[in-house]
C-alpha cells in the first residue's frame, strides 16, 4: 500500500537532547513538508523539499533541521535550540503542481514528542 | 497577511442531520485553493474536498459539500447525513502561491461531535 510512514508514534527526549523524527513515502512525491500542531492549534509549516539536497525553512523553522538525501525520505531533526519542542509533528508529501488543481497533501500518522 | 478563520471551536450535531462547519480567509491573491481535512483522534489528516479560486461550482464529494461564496471569502463545509464516525477534528486550510508547493496555511479547527 502507498503511502507515509512516521515513526516513531511516540517519543520522549530529555531536554538538551536533539531528535530525530522519520518520515517515508512510497508514493513517488516529489515535494516534502513537515508541520506541526499544538493542541487546539492548527498545522504550522516547518519546512518544505521538493526535490532531493534542497529544502526551504517554512514559518517556524527555528530550532529545527532536515535532510532529503533521498527522494523517499525526509527526517526531521529536532535540536536542544528549539525552545517548546513537545508537540505533534506530522510529515506530508504531494505532487509537484503544475498549476491551479487539486493536488492535495496526503499526511502520516504523526508523532508526538515530549520532552521530559 | 493570509489567514484562515473558524470560529466554531466545538460543533454537536444529531446522528442523520446535517451540519455547517464555517470558514473564513484572508488573502489578496486571485489564484489560491482551499481545502478540508479530518482528523481522528488518531492524529492522520484527512483530506475531504477541494475548492479552486476559479471554480464556478462547488465542490462535492459523497457527503462533504463546500459552500464557497468567494465575495465573502467564505468555504463553509457541509456535512450530509452525519454519521457517528464524523466525530473528529475539522481542518480549513488555504494553499498559499507557493511555486509548485503545497504549502498550506491551517486554521484553528472545529471539533465536531456527532450524537446518536
Known amino acids: 500500500d502507498g503511502g507515509i510512514t512516521q515513526s516513531p508514534k511516540y517519543l520522549f527526549r530529555k531536554e538538551g537532547q536533539n531528535v530525530t523524527l522519520s518520515c517515508e513515502q512510497n508514493?513517488?512525491?516529489?515535494?516534502m513538508y513537515w508541520y506541526r500542531q499544538d493542541p487546539g492549534q492548527g498545522l504550522r509549516l516547518i519546512y518544505y523539499?521538493?526535490?532531493?539536497?534542497?529544502?526551504q525553512k517554512g514559518d517556524i523553522a527555528e530550532g529545527y533541521s532536515v535532510s532529503r538525501e533521498k527522494k523517499e525520505s525526509f527526517p526531521l531533526t529536532v535540536t536542544s535550540a528549539q525552545k517548546n519542542p513537545t508537540a505533534f509533528y506530522l510529515c506530508?508529501?504531494?505532487?509537484?503542481?503544475?498549476?491551479?488543481?487539486?493536488?492535495?497533501?496526503?499526511f502520516g500518522q504523526g508523532t508526538r514528542l515530549t520532552v521530559v | 497577511a493570509q489567514k484562515i478563520t473558524q470560529t466554531q471551536p466545538g460543533m454537536f450535531v444529531q446522528e442523520k442531520e446535517a451540519v455547517t462547519l464555517d470558514c473564513t480567509y484572508d488573502?489578496?491573491?486571485?489564484?489560491?485553493?482551499l481545502f478540508w481535512y479530518k482528523q481522528p483522534s488518531s492524529g492522520e489528516m484527512i483530506f475531504l474536498i477541494y475548492?479552486?479560486?476559479?471554480?464556478?461550482q462547488n465542490a462535492t464529494e459523497g457527503r462533504y459539500s463546500l459552500n464557497f461564496q468567494k465575495a465573502r471569502k467564505s468555504a463553509n463545509l457541509v456535512i450530509s447525513a452525519s454519521q457517528l464516525g464524523d466525530s473528529a477534528m475539522y481542518f480549513c486550510?488555504?494553499?498559499?502561491?507557493?511555486?509548485?508547493?503545497?504549502?498550506?496555511?491551517f486554521g484553528a479547527g472545529t471539533r465536531l461531535a456527532v450524537h446518536p
Open positions: 508514493l513517488n512525491h516529489d515535494a
Open positions: 523539499s521538493q526535490i532531493v539536497n534542497d529544502f
Open positions: 486550510a488555504m494553499r498559499r502561491p507557493s511555486g509548485g508547493y503545497n504549502k498550506l496555511i
Open positions: 475548492q479552486g479560486s476559479y471554480d464556478e
Open positions: 506530508a508529501s504531494s505532487t509537484r503542481l503544475a498549476g491551479e488543481g487539486n493536488t492535495e497533501a496526503f
Open positions: 488573502t489578496s491573491d486571485q489564484s489560491y485553493g
